[in-house]
T-cell receptor
Framework: GAGVSQSPSNKVTEKGKDVELRCDPI?????LYWYRQSLGQGLEFLIY????????KSGLPSDRFSAERTGGSVSTLTIQRTQQEDSAVYLC???????????FGDGTRLSIL | GENVEQHPSTLSVQEGDSAVIKCTYS??????FPWYKQELGKGPQLIID?????GEKKDQRIAVTLNKTAKHFSLHITETQPEDSAVYFC?????????FGTGTLLAVQP
């Protein structure tokens, strides 16, 4: 069946621009997660959505980062005023519900010039 | 804070040999321990997981062991094949988020 879908697969933008990354979770999965993978920091948690509950934003590195999940399905991660240190692969995962196995998409590779 | 240490960072084995990757976690509340395989340009793929009420789990050539007292868990791959070559990540979770180890680059030499 269809897995987690992320778009775009690659994004190159200039420092200071805003970017939006999209995630389509596996159908029927109520939990959705964003992680960031970079050479210096490894794989780090950013934000978690579960149904209609308030998201866990504890991993967002600064107030330039925000995410939303509309209609309990698609999610977008927005980075405002991008900086070079934002360059990384942004991974989305979904799980059937809380505390169930997480399944990842192939990520968006973000490069800030 | 929460931390997961993973060793070794690189591992080279001959085809047919076994490979073992070890992880240690710091948060005693952790109760879920998945292992992921990541190939170049792809997202992490879940290969096996274990919960804290079980000491060992096996799936064909892959097994995971958990020692809660020592806060250690390990991945064992037997009869390695060239297609097992990839980066492997351990992770631990006490709540919703996964805390990942730093990864092991496994190279299986034909």
């Amino acid at each position: 069946g269809a897995g987690v879908s992320q778009s775009p697969s690659n994004k190159v933008t200039e420092k200071g621009k805003d970017v939006e990354l999209r995630c389509d979770p596996i159908s029927g999965h109520t939990a959705l997660y964003w992680y960031r993978q970079s050479l210096g920091q490894g794989l780090e948690f950013l934000i978690y959505f579960q149904g209609n509950s308030a998201p866990d934003k504890s991993g967002l590195p600064s107030d330039r980062f925000s995410a939303e999940r509309t209609g309990g399905s698609v999610s977008t991660l927005t980075i405002q005023r991008t900086q070079q240190e934002d360059s990384a692969v942004y991974l989305c995962a979904s799980s059937l519900r809380r505390a169930q196995p997480q399944h990842f998409g192939d990520g968006t590779r973000l490069s800030i010039l | 804070g929460e931390n997961v240490e993973q060793h070794p960072s690189t591992l080279s084995v001959q085809e047919g040999d076994s490979a073992v990757i070890k992880c240690t976690y710091s948060d005693s509340a952790s109760n879920y321990f998945p292992w992921y395989k990541q190939e170049l340009g792809k997202g992490p793929q879940l290969i096996i997981d274990i919960r804290s009420n079980v000491g060992e789990k096996k799936d064909q050539r892959i097994a995971v062991t958990l020692n809660k007292t020592a806060k250690h868990f390990s991945l064992h791959i037997t009869e390695t094949q060239p297609e097992d070559s990839a980066v492997y990540f351990c992770a631990a979770s006490a709540t919703n988020k996964l805390i990942f180890g730093t990864g092991t680059l496994l190279a299986v030499q034909p």
